[in-house]
């Protein structure tokens, strides 16, 4: 199975940027969708972006379009979350996520691997 590991976390003020990683082990990588999701407290866990297998498709939520950008490098079973213009209300626990199809969904039902989460603090 896939083992998934998140990084780049951390406490940043608003307008900063921070640069989320997820690094993957196991079974071949390459041809899996993955996703970042984020749960705020109190909240439900939902979706942030999401990119196909090759990189050439992908997803953003309304509330990230124009601020994050996800990417991949399947040479290094790696994924990637760029985070700019950060503001307070991005302050939740990040997860990475990986699913066996190689087109994403935006459920998290539809994943299938998870990270343990990194945590985002956004201050004002």
């Known amino acids: 199975q896939v083992q998934l590991v998140e990084s780049g976390g951390g406490l940043v003020q608003a307008g900063g940027s921070l640069r989320l990683s997820c690094a993957a082990s196991g079974r071949t990588f390459s041809r899996d969708a993955m996703g970042w999701f984020r749960q705020g407290p109190g909240k439900e866990r939902d979706i942030v972006t999401a990119?196909?297998?090759?990189?050439?498709?992908?997803y953003y939520a309304d509330s990230v379009k124009g601020r994050f950008t996800i990417s991949r490098d399947n040479a290094k079973n790696t994924v990637y979350l760029q985070m700019n213009s950060l503001k307070p209300e991005d302050t939740a626990v990040y997860y990475c996520?990986?699913?066996?199809?190689?087109?994403?969904?935006?459920?998290?039902?539809?994943?299938?691997?998870w990270g343990q989460g990194t945590q985002v603090t956004v201050s004002s």
């Open positions: 996520a990986a699913r066996s199809v190689t087109f994403y969904g935006t459920s998290p039902g539809g994943y299938d691997y």
């Open positions: 990119i196909n297998w090759s990189g050439s498709s992908t």
